[in-house]
């Protein structure tokens, strides 16, 4: 499963009212949720698959799992720090450690010992250490009679305030979490890991089989593995929970989890929020990444070299376009509003029936409605005004804005600059990954031309973007004024502060202290007329489901640990059954079958090992259990505890997940555990690679 | 693809109203048609192809083409009268030719010379010696001011009387066709071969591999073959035009034509029409199908041998179960009447427009709908009076019909008795193919008890069946009263004419006795009514159209030789691409995919064959050639005229073919020509077989 989220997105303003999440109303389908590890469903699983996880097994799934970056989920699956994640979550370092010379992610890659690891420029491993329930500290600061505004502020200082102290205390990465829009506040503490370094991967055409086209499909044949090695005082990291390895992986029909961090869902919008999704967000989204990935396809074709700069970029808008096409066809298909109309209907003549509910919570829906209105108003300045680029730009605003908020009481920071999340914040700022000038100014083009045709020439942000030049113009301007590709000079402007900012005459950063003032325009206004709105009124309603029907619900997902379960599982497709697994036998199959022609080509030690393998060996696999984005890397494990799987995708009939699940056909994409070991022993000689995982 | 024509039901009475074809208005998607051979697309074939068929290539086309039975096509594959077909085409002569000891159905069969050859019970296979158009003399019978009901049986007249006076002079069979619903009508002459042996056939598990739930699909693994032999005065028939072998097969893009026999569409219906279809008929058969499926399955959990008994007709239902519940689904989703609708609004506006075509032509619309709605009056008793059981009361029925037929004038005969049909008629009438009473018995009371719960318990028709008994009493009550399962019988009765019918008191015969004036009164009651209507309603569209639109255009299938033709390639499907072909790589994964388990076991032949295939041999493929059922068996040829493929099914997407064609998904489904030498040379030891197809 790509994560819907696009990583590679200059900084931007998202549509926050999108956000919102609600509370399920009624029972749940078969083998639905992603559940916090304090509140699993223990009597369905007991009473489905006779098994009850015990608070030592969940424990240590827990402190074996992994989130990685801003995007992936991973598992540690060795004593020795070994992290096994997907190909695509590990293709933004494995691109950063490549060069012109060394191209890692097209030809793979393998470090026998230690001494071959490669360190990763910019990836941040965090395990969640603990878990504790802060709502009544965070509600706390919220006084009786506050306007909606201050009470907004109240509640993110609180926020701010718990995170610190944690921090302070604990000196683990401290963030709490908003579960149930609202209903709960969690303290997750990490153990944070950020000496990281490559040890394997195959070649991406390995990894991602079928390129564009299977992507988003069943049935599949990737082997869509990466490993990483956490480090600790130079060392290999020595975890105690680790995850051992099941080489038969599961069977037919059998139960498995999985473990890991779902990025968002939607499932718990109301009817005017969808509506607006359907009819508003999706068709801004699909316009902007088509027009993107036309323009970092232009730049590919320039030459090999660009190729590869452009190579990740166009991964993620294609896997994008895809997941969102078909959410977006999803919502237009007949019957689907329809369904949500009458679960809203139901839910609401509910709370109305009860005079207290309904004095208290009923107003709710025309409040976000109304708010969705508001919204309306500024929606195209809210989504196109961004700072242009790849990078830099968004460098640079960082730049700016941290040094500003740094002298600030924390409570009152702008939301990523809270002193909770700087040590995160500065890692990713100062990162030395590569940066790419051609392509950087090839999407500063892009982007001022498309803010010229959609806000029009007289847009304030779009003039202090051009400052009086042509697209053409204002980007080769801000790339030639620059220097910021060099992270040692914008380590040296935050330690500079606010005068060695101020100061500065590098193009981007005079860019950023004009955009500074526009963008913070816009946080406040959303933050005052949509989020103090819907945030509360999002509160009312979850309060009115936890009323209804109790807390036998999980939360939408918030790129937090979650664990899933399911049953190995093929399904109704296409007139006939798609089987729980493929083999290798498909994987040559399909090559044959498209005359080797790309995407459906094998990499060369691909094809020159099929006689060493077993090709009844299983590859892929599905199972019900219910995931989205940011799942990417999850394990899948037995009810032992061990490995089967590793989750990469989610099948087309997956694409209404974002909204409801549905199990008939929904289904999560799994590369087997047979198949990985299959293929580090046999395809890529890492024999002992495999014998550190297998702990032979 | 299985024809979606029942072979295997009882002699009843079709829906008449629902074949009435017309012309399809406004130009062609690419690559759709089912072109007879006297008006083939040769300017599209032109531009899009660069190749123009000659009539010498066309006549050795033809000519090598051969019509099986009544539901599947063939061609002839070597000089000495080897005919290929489909596994599925030869089901019910493999059925016939098996018993309790040897099961061919299941384990297949291969003669290694031509003494191991079996004498097929009851297949007649013909070649479309020539083409006529008699349209001018079919018409003369008519004369001005007939009343249509006189008309019509005028028309009929002539046409038996063309046919029997053909036969006489050439003594070929003779079959009138009316091709554009009366646009035009044709003499085809064929050359019969009734004597015809069975050569080879693998298992019905390699055939049809993947069982009803792959029916209809794509990607398939099936090697649905089998192979007749046309004897002549004894020996195996000499035929100067056979087509020749390509072992390489068809290429990606590659253009092909497909040599078959359609058996019908619908694509020129009214609105009204396709209306009642989606409202009443279709409704009416997927319930007495499935219910007869229910019947035949317990049937077959009876043992072993009830089990072999029954399999053809199970798998019939399934598979006209597949196609109806398919097409049945395409009527009801959105957009496809309203599709229709336009282009009927737009075509009858072109008519409207002219003031001579209005005289003439505009009122045929309302003429059939008014039609229909007669017809839905006597519905139920039209489609569920039929005469019960599977064999041996259709075999009454034609036996009581025949005699009494026989002694009228050719042109007075009920249709299926002129002189021109009864060397056919006999010859299946007289069949020696086993009959199973327990399995009549079952089918026998199931078709008593639905007549009583849909057309009620005071039906005569119901009541000549019953004759006072009970369901389960009339059956055995029949049974324990008949020899008719003896051919013998059943000549001598013919043979003796009305007298000897008269005075039989065979059981079957006697029920025969009492149902045929019922059966009489409503072929007549549906010829006085409906077909005197919607026949010359029809036609008169049909002029519209070709005085609207000329003739370039193809006729509705009529189970009659077309070409059609298309490029080999794959499609958009289940969110990526289906490939243009498939590998016996892709065999083997499926069934490892499904462990093994039924329907996706592998017979032991091909999974001991595993080591010594070519695994990347191609399998099946996909074109988008233009077929419905009748097709089953058709040869896939290249300009060269060879053998690239043999069509056996077509893609879930092809459902709606019954009403229009979209290349962007619709294809043809083919064995390829070097999987069937694979698997003749090594799975099935048939090298023999295999150089006599490849001439060496």
Chains 1, 2 share one sequence.
């Not at 790509?2 to 997105?9: F, P």
């Not at 305030?161 to 579960?179: C, Q």
């Not at 890991?193 to 599949?220: H, I, M, S, W």
Request: charged share 25%; net charge neutral.
């Amino acid at each position: 499963m790509k994560k819907n989220q696009s990583k590679w997105l200059p900084i931007g303003l998202s549509l926050a009212v999108v956000t919102i999440l609600f509370l399920l109303a009624g029972p749940l389908s078969a083998d639905e949720g992603m559940w916090t590890l304090d509140n699993m469903p223990m009597k369905q699983l007991k009473e489905k698959y006779g098994f009850e996880p015990t608070p030592a097994w969940l424990e240590h799934i827990r402190l074996a799992s992994v989130r990685i970056g801003d995007g992936g989920s991973g598992s540690f699956v060795s004593p020795n720090g070994l992290v096994l994640t997907n190909h695509h979550v590990a293709l933004g370092q494995l691109q950063k450690v490549s060069s012109a010379q060394k191209n890692y992610v097209s030809d793979g890659f393998y470090a026998p010992t230690l001494a071959d690891e490669i360190p990763c420029p910019d990836v941040e491993l965090n395990v969640l250490i603990s878990m504790e329930d802060v709502t009544t500290k965070v509600l706390a600061a919220v006084k009786k009679g506050m306007d909606p505004v201050k009470a907004l502020e109240a509640k993110k200082a609180a926020i701010a305030n718990i995170e610190r102290l944690s921090l302070k205390k604990t000196h683990l990465r401290s963030d709490v979490v908003s579960l149930y829009q609202g209903g709960e506040y969690w303290l997750y503490r990490y153990k944070k890991y950020t000496d990281v370094k490559l040890v394997f991967a195959p070649e991406q055409q390995a990894a991602f089989y079928g390129g564009d086209p299977d992507n988003f499909t069943y049935p599949r044949h990737d082997i869509d593995m990466a490993l990483f090695r956490a480090y600790e005082n130079g060392k290999p990291a020595k975890v105690a929970h680790y995850l051992k390895w099941s080489a038969k992986g599961a069977a037919d029909g059998e139960l498995v989890f999985i473990s890991g961090n779902p990025g968002s869902t939607n499932r718990l919008m109301t009817l005017a929020q969808i509506q607006f999704q359907r009819e508003f967000a999706y068709p801004l989204r699909l316009k902007y990444l088509e027009r993107m990935l036309v323009v970092a396809k232009k730049y590919a074709t320039k030459g090999p070299e660009e190729a590869r700069q452009a190579a990740g970029m166009i991964f993620g808008i294609e896997n994008g376009l895809k997941v969102s096409s078909g959410e977006y066809e999803g919502l237009k298909s007949a019957g689907i509003l329809e369904k949500k109309a009458a679960q809203e209907t139901e839910f609401r003549k509910l709370i109305d029936e009860n005079p207290q509910w309904k004095a208290e919570f009923a107003g709710a829906w025309e409040q976000i409605a109304a708010a969705i209105e508001k919204q309306k108003l500024r929606l195209k300045e809210l989504y196109y005004r961004r700072v242009p680029g790849m990078r830099l730009g968004g460098i640079a605003l960082q730049i700016v804005q941290m040094v500003a908020e740094l002298q600030k009481p924390d409570g009152k920071r702008l939301d990523g600059y809270h002193t909770a999340e700087l040590e995160s914040r500065r890692f990713r700022l100062f990162s030395p990954a590569p940066i790419y000038p051609g392509f950087e100014e090839a999407l500063i083009v892009n982007s001022l031309m498309q803010m010229t045709e959609e806000l029009g020439a007289d847009d304030p942000f779009l003039k202090a973007c051009l400052d009086g030049k042509t697209p053409e113009e204002a980007a080769k301007a801000l790339l030639a004024g620059t220097k910021l590709a060099d992270p040692a000079l914008r380590k040296r402007l935050v330690d500079g502060g606010p005068a060695a900012v101020a100061k500065c005459t590098d193009s981007f950063i005079v860019l950023a202290r004009r955009l500074d003032p526009l963008v913070r325009e816009m946080l406040k206004w959303q933050e005052d007329n949509i989020e103090s709105v819907t945030r509360p009124a999002g509160e009312k309603i979850g309060q009115a489901r936890f009323n209804a029907f109790g807390k036998n619900a999980y939360p939408d997902a918030t790129f937090t640990l979650r664990l899933s379960y399911g049953a190995v599982r093929g399904y109704a497709m296409n007139g006939t059954l798609a089987p729980y697994k493929t083999t290798f036998y498909g994987l040559y199959d399909r090559a044959e079958s498209f005359d080797n022609k790309p995407p459906f080509h094998l990499p060369k030690r691909v094809a020159e090992a099929r006689d060493k393998l077993d090709l009844s060996t299983p590859l892929d696999f599905v199972c019900t259990g219910d995931i989205i984005g940011g799942n990417s890397g999850s394990p899948v494990i037995n009810t032992a505890g061990e490995v089967v799987g590793l989750v990469f995708d989610g099948n087309v009939e997956s694409f209404m997940g974002r909204f409801f699940y549905d199990d008939t056909a929904n289904r999560t994409v799994s590369v087997h555990s047979a198949a990985m070991m299959e293929a580090l022993k046999k395809i890529y000689g890492a024999e002992k690679l495999a014998q550190e995982i297998l702990g032979e």
